[in-house]
């Protein structure tokens, strides 16, 4: 599996979210302001199942050597993290570039996933 796969998701999204910036903005203020009645916000209750597929697609590329061998769970999280980026610029600054974090989102992390040179 070819890293590029990645890069083609994270740079969608980034395009997502730069053509609907108030929608995911508002959307994100939502999710965040959700809490459970013990006072837990909800997106801190992610489950498994939230992330299977994108774990799926990790362990199948480490195990083929398109990624370097990691943690899964911390695979997942840098991957989560890294689509990420731009909402939490937006929320920072509603009239950032973002198109700056989705290029360096795509090449400098994504670098350190790809397996050794065969």
């Known amino acids: 599996m070819p890293p590029r796969r990645g890069c083609s998701t994270t740079s969608s ?6 053509a609907n ?6 959307g994100i203020e939502i999710v965040v302001s959700h809490r459970t009645q013990d006072g ?5 209750l992610g489950t ?8 799926e697609i990790l362990a199948t590329g480490m195990e083929t050597g ?4 990691m943690p899964l769970n911390v695979a997942v999280s ?3 993290a ?16 973002i198109e700056p974090f989705a290029t360096e989102t ?10 050794a040179a065969r």
């Open 13 to 18: 999204s980034a395009s997502y979210v730069d």
């Open 21 to 26: 910036r108030a929608e995911v903005t508002a």
């Open 40 to 44: 837990t916000p909800l997106y801190l």
């Open 48 to 55: 498994e199942e939230d992330s299977r597929l994108l774990g």
């Open 66 to 69: 398109a990624f370097r061998r």
């Open 78 to 80: 840098l991957v989560e």
């Open 82 to 97: 890294m689509l990420d980026v731009c909402t939490t610029e937006l929320q920072r600054d509603a009239t950032a570039d």
């Open 106 to 115: 795509i090449t400098t992390p994504l670098n350190g996933f790809a397996g």
